[in-house]
């Protein structure tokens, strides 16, 4: 698994709420609590479309 840039997840925002996002590297997701959506990190490639994120519970 490729690890994302630091310097790049800084800037990225939620597409949905244009809030700040937090990275779970566990889960390798920016997670947007104000959307309630995570946004999953692929080959350490954000994937920040809503209809891919995963919904928080």
């Known amino acids: 698994m490729t690890q994302a840039d630091p310097r790049l997840l800084e800037r990225l925002v939620c597409p949905v709420t244009k809030t700040t996002l937090r990275?779970?590297?566990?889960r390798q997701e920016l997670v947007s609590t104000a959307a309630g959506?995570?946004?999953p990190i692929r080959d350490g490639i954000p994937v920040m479309l809503p209809e891919v994120a995963r919904k928080l519970d």
């Open 23 to 26: 990275y779970d590297a566990a």
């Open 37 to 39: 959506l995570a946004y």
